[in-house]
């Protein structure tokens, strides 16, 4: 089941998070961050249990991020995350109606994006996430994400 998060969510969704951030696939997230992102999250919860996650991230009426998209290694392959990016883009899609929106992420995984309808681009796309994020990250200077982008009319 695809839910919308709840700030009580937060401890269960920074665990998903953890060893893809060890492995610094993706970027820590406070707890405080991540609640606070709650309302902007979905989760796929089976038997009680999150096993994924996915957040949206506006930076204008027509521009979102999908970030710290996450599934739990043990339930990888089974489609979740998928349909967790097309439930995550339903959720922006319902918030502004304004469109085209274009979606976009910066990842390791461009392939799996492909997958969900997105087509690969360059960072110098998305000027609004380098001015407001990107400049102020650790790892600027030594970034191999790929931005991937989809347009939904
Ligand atoms: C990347 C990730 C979100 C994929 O989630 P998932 O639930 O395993 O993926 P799905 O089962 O929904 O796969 C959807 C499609 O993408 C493909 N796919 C999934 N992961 C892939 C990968 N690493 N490389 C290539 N294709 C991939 C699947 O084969 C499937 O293809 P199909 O449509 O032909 O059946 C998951 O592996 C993950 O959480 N990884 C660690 C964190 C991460 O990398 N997050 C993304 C950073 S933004």
Redesign the pocket.
Known sequence: MIRDAQTDDAVEIAALLKP?VDKK??LHRSLEEIRENAPQTVVFVEAGRIL?SSSLVFFSPTLCE????????A???????????LAAEAKALRQQSARPIRFF?????P??????GYERTTKDKFPEKIYEVCNFCLRKDDCHEIAVQKQVE
Do not use: H, M, S, W
């Not at 999908?66 to 290694?73: G, N, Q, S, Y």
């Open positions: 893809y696939i993706l994924g999908i970030r710290a998209l996450v599934i739990t290694e339930a990888q392959g089974r489609g979740i995350g998928k349909d967790l990016v992420a910066l990842t390791y995984t392939q799996f994006f492909e997958r969900c």
